[in-house]
């Protein structure tokens, strides 16, 4: 895997400007705040995101993939401003689960997710080397 990041551009905090990958690849659905049974372990936006990671890794697991792996996360926020007042928990989470590994990313506000409880879906691409 090789970070893709031009000599004359700051670095960005959190992700990467893209990356170059070979291997196998693993595609994970948009991941929400519920548990394996479908319920939802936290209404706030912090909590949701923990477990929309967890979720994420727990996938990831049953392809042999590990958070390293991922190349690319999607997140889908309902409110941005959550996320903005959000970011030091949500690195401290991220670094957590994800570990100090910055994908290319990108995240946008929609006007609503499927499930109406959820406040941030995640969607993970990973390429697992040869």
Do not use: C
Request: proline residues 4%.
């Amino acid at each position: 895997m090789k970070y893709l990041q031009p000599a004359d551009w700051a670095r960005p905090k959190g992700y990467s400007n893209g990356i170059a990958a070979s291997g196998r690849f693993v595609f994970v659905s948009g991941m929400i705040g519920w548990d394996a049974q479908g319920t939802f372990v936290a209404t706030d936006f912090v909590g949701q995101v923990r477990q929309a990671l967890q979720n994420a890794v727990l996938v990831l697991a049953e392809a042999g993939a590990k958070p390293e792996h991922i190349v690319r996360m999607n997140w889908f926020l309902i409110d941005k401003s959550e996320y903005i007042n959000a970011y030091q928990q949500v690195g401290a989470v991220y670094r957590e689960i994800i570990g100090r590994h910055y994908p290319a990313m990108t995240a946008v506000q929609v006007t609503g997710l499927i499930e109406d409880q959820a406040r941030v879906e995640i969607d993970v691409t990973a390429v697992v080397p040869d």
